[in-house]
């Protein structure tokens, strides 16, 4: 037992998550720091294909998705949602409380193929047979929230990204379907002896509310 707690005290813990959860892991990760002190943290951020990509060379001990690639050799454990909104500028005075089709005469600014967020909508348009006619590729969340802000359109993101934003910075708009919903995941790789400091961790993430 003893012995146990020395390991999880001086390890390391290799975490590597998508962009999007790089708003949810911080709150987490400095109680969990705090009271592991000694543990040595490496913290990745990319998008979905690039985390993916880790995964397949077994760069890191736990990684964060919305969305793990099916693969029976993962363990996937959900913790929070993730909610995707509609936003538009503060001044917006378009279509609202109708359906996402209503609203595809604007331009759609979205993040680059590989994302997460990106992938989601794409599922959500694919199921119900709606292209954006109009839409800008932005490879950041932070950049389309401040370009929705300024008026270059409309967007879909998690509403993570805008916590910690001043309150009418952007317009949630009501749409049929949304918010699209799914669960944060903690996943790791079966054949990956993961470090004890990294199980500890594992826990830390569950207990979050
Ligand atoms: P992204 O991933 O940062 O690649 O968009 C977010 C997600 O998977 O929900």
């Not at 880790?54 to 363990?75: A, C």
Request: charged residues 20%; neutral net charge.
């Amino acid at each position: 037992q003893v012995h146990a707690l020395k390991g999880v005290e001086i390890g390391t813990l290799k975490l590597a998550v998508v962009t999007t959860a790089k708003y949810v892991v911080p709150p987490i990760l400095s109680p969990f720091c705090k009271q592991h002190p000694n543990i040595e943290v490496r913290f990745i951020v990319g998008n979905r294909a690039d985390i993916i990509d880790r995964m397949r060379h077994n760069r890191d001990d736990v990684y964060i998705f919305s969305q793990p690639p099916q693969d029976d050799n993962l363990v996937c454990t959900p913790f929070l949602q993730n909610k995707l909104v509609v936003i538009a500028p503060p001044d917006y005075d378009g279509p609202d409380n109708c359906d996402l089709k209503a609203l595809m005469d604007h331009k759609f600014l979205l993040r680059e193929y590989g994302s997460g967020t990106r992938r989601a909508i794409q599922d959500y348009c694919d199921s119900k047979g709606l292209v954006f006619p109009n839409s800008m590729i932005i490879e950041s969340n932070e950049a389309i929230r401040l370009a929705v802000t300024s008026g270059l359109g409309l967007a879909i993101l998690s509403e993570h990204t805008l916590a910690h934003t001043p309150p009418d910075s952007v317009k949630v708009l009501k749409v049929k379907d949304f918010p699209l919903v799914n669960h944060w995941q903690a996943v790791t790789v079966k054949h990956r002896q993961i470090s004890l400091a990294a199980q500890a961790f594992q826990k830390a993430l569950l207990n979050v509310e």
